[in-house]
């Protein structure tokens, strides 16, 4: 097994979320890297550990979205785990990083959210990402630069998410974590 799955395993297994459901979520993340060694990687059909990042400003005020091409929709940054991904909230560091093109950001390595959607996503089969989210912040005055990955990058007020946003429990334990 890889220091990726090893560290994951262990984060999954340390932390202890309040709500009952994420409770649940996160024993089936458990059970998936329990039976299967590839886990967190991409090459895992039937479901992958992916990592997330909700980009905060330095005031925790904003959180930092992105217009996905692939599914249409405003999301948090984060995407798949890669081979030299030791740490899975270095994972989801080195996405933010390069999705929002702000150095200096500083990650939380305690999980504040899971989900899991089903997805077709770069094996362009159908299969499930076992999303792990954390806190990001970005240090003061930070010019976020929008990727090749992204139709659209902005800032969106904690209270005013875009129309038609599901990211309402994924902000709402964020801001738990911030306060």
């Known amino acids: 097994m890889s220091g990726l799955h090893t560290d994951t395993r262990r984060v999954l297994g340390d932390w202890r979320p309040d709500d009952p459901q994420q409770e649940a979520l996160r024993h089936a993340f ?12 991409r090459a895992c059909e039937p479901g992958h550990v ?7 400003d330095a005031a925790g005020e904003n959180v930092l979205l992105t217009l996905h091409p692939r599914v249409g929709a405003w999301l948090q940054l984060g995407g798949h785990c890669e081979p030299e991904d030791t ?14 093109g702000v150095d200096g950001l500083v990650v939380d390595p305690e999980p504040v959210h899971l989900d899991v959607h089903p997805i077709t996503c770069s094996l362009g089969r159908p299969t499930r990402h076992f999303d792990v989210r954390f806190v990001v912040r970005a240090p003061a005055g930070a010019q976020p630069q929008r990727s090749d990955e992204s139709l659209d990058l902005r800032w ?24």
């Open 50 to 56: 992916t990592a997330s990042a909700v980009l905060v």
């Open 156 to 179: 969106w007020p904690l209270d005013s998410l875009p129309e038609q946003s599901d990211l309402g429990p994924l902000i709402a334990a964020a801001r738990t974590r911030l306060s």
């Open 30 to 41: 458990l059970t998936l890297l329990d039976t299967r060694a590839d886990a967190c990687l």
């Open 87 to 100: 740490s899975l909230a270095g994972a989801a560091l080195r996405e933010a990083t390069e999705e929002s």
